[in-house]
């Protein structure tokens, strides 16, 4: 399936100008099966399907290419890659479109959907953690219980108390985690297919899936070479025990907007300070004006006092750590 993002080119201006090429043209091939995971469903145990959309510049190359993973948000109950989300005065952009664009400047992206709580997902052992590598009490605060039940309420589902929820998001947090941690497992293992250098991988995300991304990153620390989160924060691995000065992990270009959820606010700053004291390199970025909810296009303002739009920010970080 081929899209182009190219218009008002007609017959008349190809005769004009001969030379002039679509805007931006992308291939995507949707809905592709990157593994299986367990989820309870009726008191059924089963194994859901887990799959992801690929897109491909359109422009050939005999190279393999640097590759990008993306996580959609939806506070670990909803969403897809290709939906946005809106409110406080602010929307965001969906995966898909981070995508058309990352594919433009030469990425294959995979944007992949993953287990949620409403999946009431199943974690297998070999998710990379044991109990000591995890602090989940944070979820059962009343900040991430009230916060959480604001989406369960518009999806009709009942609230979460103290005493339920920190079981039901953290299988949801490290389900996540596990199906981030399969794409890029068969993303490697099919490097080939996918003309892709599985030594240049990047991992992006928004609110909860750069939540994901930071998790199997630093967390359960699979090996990518750089991480960008809008609005994501650390959830449930104990990020002091695991990040430390000996580990080799990635670069992380980081946005937190002015009037994000409290919990990002709360936690990022933190996180960032612990990558700061183990010498990980990061960028860490502000979007002013808005609240949980932003596009691409926004104008951020950088750590070091650059005023840039943050989809223009993002490509250069990734073309100077992947390219």
Do not use: C
């Amino acid at each position: 399936m081929v899209f182009s993002l190219a218009m008002g080119l007609n017959a008349q201006d190809s005769f004009f100008n001969p030379e002039v090429p679509d805007i931006v043209q992308y291939t995507v091939i949707p809905d592709v099966k990157y593994g299986e995971a367990k989820v309870k469903q009726n008191g059924e145990v089963s194994n859901k399907d887990l799959t992801m959309d690929v897109y491909y510049p359109s422009e050939e190359s005999n190279e393999a290419r640097p590759a990008i993973i993306l996580s959609y948000g939806g506070s670990f109950h909803r969403g897809n890659p290709r939906s946005t989300y809106n409110g406080y005065g602010g929307q965001t952009t969906s995966m898909s479109q981070y995508a058309q664009r990352f594919a433009a400047e030469g990425y294959v992206v995979f944007t992949i959907n993953y287990r949620v709580a409403t999946d009431n997902p199943l974690v297998d052992e070999y998710s990379g953690y044991t109990e000591e590598d995890l602090d989940a009490s944070f979820l059962a605060s009343p900040a991430a219980v009230s916060q959480i039940n604001i989406i369960r309420a518009q999806m009709g589902l009942s609230a979460l108390t103290a005493d339920n929820a920190e079981e039901v998001l953290k299988a949801a947090v490290l389900a996540g985690a596990e199906d981030l941690t399969t794409a890029i497992k068969h993303v490697k293992m099919n490097n080939e297919k996918y003309q892709i250098n599985p030594d240049k991988i990047a991992l992006g995300g928004f609110s909860a899936g750069g939540s994901t991304s930071i998790n199997v990153a630093y967390g359960i620390q699979e090996e990518v070479a750089a991480v960008f989160t809008n609005s994501g924060f650390p959830a449930v691995y104990n990020m002091e025990k695991l990040v430390n000065a000996s580990s080799d992990l990635p670069p992380l270009l980081a946005f937190v907007s002015q009037h994000d959820y409290p919990v990002v606010k709360h936690l990022m700053p933190d996180f960032i300070k612990l990558l700061k004291q183990n010498n990980v390199e990061y960028q860490f970025n502000w979007v002013p004006g808005f609240g949980h909810f932003y596009p691409s296009g926004s104008t951020i303002l950088t750590d070091d006092g650059y005023v840039m739009p943050l989809e223009q920010l993002t490509i250069n970080f990734l073309n100077g750590v992947l390219k």
